[in-house]
């Protein structure tokens, strides 16, 4: 891997905050626009796909997967679960549980598997929803019963290795693993590590708890040896209060250091293979990238509005930004009618800012 810089540019345009990867077209929500746009990753079209019911959106989408045909995009906030039928341009609407007392962020991924998916809790959240993917019924599964006196949850995240489900909650701190083959329940002993300010992904048969500042080690578990051992954080003499997004991809590792304004790929050993500078990037050594998603041979760093998509694919990094093509306003105004209105605010809004606003 010989690139060494990594030139950045705000986008002026839409920024992917919910997004998934169907063929070589990039789905995605903007952070704010409730509607559904995608964007060819070779020919580097944008095209506006729907306008979802305002009524039953608030604050966008946390998350969106893929499954065959649909769309399931995950809301940011107390809206509902939205599944898009991509094929017959379809869009149906479902309610959060009852149970769920998390109001922000409620679910943080979805698994799937034998013709169902796992939606995982996020936070203040102690159910596992469980989805037929023929019926789209739902059923709750609790994780961690409510106790007198202690009824607060606080779930970190999740991976899934073949038919278990592995969640880590720091407030027991414990490490559940759920069976989606026979429903079996387990409690993990940590053997008292720490869980808080850990974010876990797989890598094989193993899980990586990585600190999202930096300062603490990273905790391995083994689910085949049921064991734990610590590895040395690779990144030496990082900013105070550094946030790190930590990356599997085709089991290369890698970090994006937003204060330090570098990207690095590093190995199993934790050994540092290479660094990519980050130029024209955070000035105000702010948290401008916060969380990364992988789809299929690619995966993706994003941020908040006007912060374009970092891709990372066949050991290249580049930005991407969706939001610039001036097609996509094209497109946007046939669909919708309102050629007019956007005429008499030419030059004084952005692409992203006309279609945010309209809308409203």
């Known amino acids: 891997?010989?690139?060494?810089?990594?030139?950045?540019?705000?986008?002026?345009?839409?920024?992917?905050?919910?997004?998934?990867?169907?063929?070589?077209?990039?789905?995605?929500?903007?952070?704010?626009?409730?509607?559904?746009?995608?964007?060819?990753?070779?020919?580097?079209?944008?095209?506006?796909?729907?306008?979802?019911?305002?009524?039953?959106?608030?604050?966008?989408?946390?998350?969106?997967?893929?499954?065959?045909?649909?769309?399931?995009?995950?809301?940011?906030?107390?809206?509902?679960?939205?599944?898009?039928?991509?094929?017959?341009?379809?869009?149906?609407y479902y309610?959060?549980?009852?149970?769920?007392?998390?109001?922000?962020?409620?679910?943080?991924?979805?698994?799937?598997?034998?013709?169902?998916?796992?939606?995982?809790?996020?936070?203040?959240?102690r159910f596992l929803i469980e989805v037929d993917l023929e019926t789209h019924g739902m059923r709750e599964i609790e994780l961690v019963k409510e106790k007198q006196g202690a009824d607060f949850v606080s779930f970190l995240g999740a991976v899934q290795i073949q038919n278990?489900?592995?969640?880590?909650?720091?407030?027991?701190?414990?490490?559940?693993?759920?069976?989606?083959?026979?429903?079996?329940?387990?409690?993990?002993?940590?053997?008292?590590?720490?869980?808080?300010?850990?974010?876990?992904?797989?890598?094989?048969?193993?899980?990586?708890?990585?600190?999202?500042?930096?300062?603490?080690?990273i905790l391995i578990y083994n689910v085949n040896s049921n064991s734990f051992m610590e590895k040395e954080y690779p990144i030496k003499g990082l900013p105070e209060n550094e946030v790190c997004l930590f990356m599997v991809y085709n089991e290369e590792i890698w970090f994006l250091a937003n204060q330090n304004k570098k990207i690095y790929k590093v190995n199993r050993d934790m050994n540092i293979e290479a660094e990519i500078i980050i130029s024209d990037f955070n000035e105000n050594d702010t948290v401008i990238y916060i969380s990364g998603m992988l789809c299929a041979n690619q995966f993706f760093w994003h941020g908040h509005s006007g912060t374009p998509l970092i891709r990372v694919k066949d050991g290249v990094v580049q930005i991407l930004d969706v939001g610039e093509d001036k097609r996509l306003l094209e497109i946007y105004l046939e669909t919708i009618g309102k050629r007019s209105v956007y005429e008499k605010t030419s030059g004084k809004k952005t692409v992203g800012e006309y279609i945010y606003y309209s809308l409203k």
């Open 95 to 125: 309610d959060i549980p009852e149970t769920v007392k998390e109001k922000r962020i409620p679910f943080t991924d979805m698994f799937f598997r034998k013709g169902k998916a796992y939606i995982v809790p996020r936070g203040d959240n």
């Open 164 to 217: 278990q489900i592995y969640l880590a909650e720091s407030t027991e701190n414990i490490l559940i693993m759920f069976d989606s083959d026979n429903d079996n329940l387990k409690i993990i002993d940590i053997e008292g590590y720490e869980l808080e300010g850990l974010s876990p992904k797989a890598i094989e048969d193993e899980i990586w708890f990585v600190p999202v500042n930096s300062g603490k080690d």
């Open 1 to 92: 891997m010989n690139q060494t810089e990594l030139v950045y540019k705000k986008t002026k345009g839409l920024s992917p905050f919910a997004y998934t990867v169907v063929g070589e077209w990039l789905y995605f929500c903007d952070e704010h626009i409730k509607a559904l746009f995608r964007y060819h990753l070779e020919k580097e079209v944008c095209e506006y796909v729907v306008k979802f019911d305002g009524r039953y959106v608030n604050q966008n989408f946390y998350k969106m997967c893929a499954y065959g045909e649909e769309l399931w995009l995950l809301p940011f906030s107390d809206g509902k679960i939205i599944c898009f039928n991509m094929k017959k341009e379809e869009s149906a």
